[in-house]
């Protein structure tokens, strides 16, 4: 997502009243003014399930404990693709 599809969105969470905003995309504080908005942003290190699974406990925690306004990043590791097999 780029800047000008990110702008609605957030405008969106604001309107809907979130609390928090979780994303994956890490690029987003580069693109946009993520501090003192009215709700809490949460930017994962990865996206990727299996990597992100043995933190959901860190990222559940990171979510109770978020404070409006501000812009975390929540190291959850980073995926490697798997090199694929030579064929023949």
């Known amino acids: 997502m780029g800047r000008s599809e990110n702008g609605p969105l957030l405008r969106l969470i604001e309107q809907e ?14 693109q946009q003014r993520l501090e003192g908005r009215p709700f809490a942003v949460l930017i994962l290190s990865a996206i990727n399930w299996p990597v992100v699974r043995p933190h959901v406990e860190k990222i559940a925690a990171a979510i109770q404990e978020a ?7 929540i ?14």
């Open 75 to 88: 190291d959850c590791g980073v995926f490697t693709p798997r090199s694929k097999p030579n064929a023949g």
């Open 67 to 73: 404070q409006r306004g501000t812009v975390e990043l």
């Open 17 to 30: 009243g979130f609390d928090v905003f979780l994303t994956g995309d890490q690029n987003m504080s580069n």
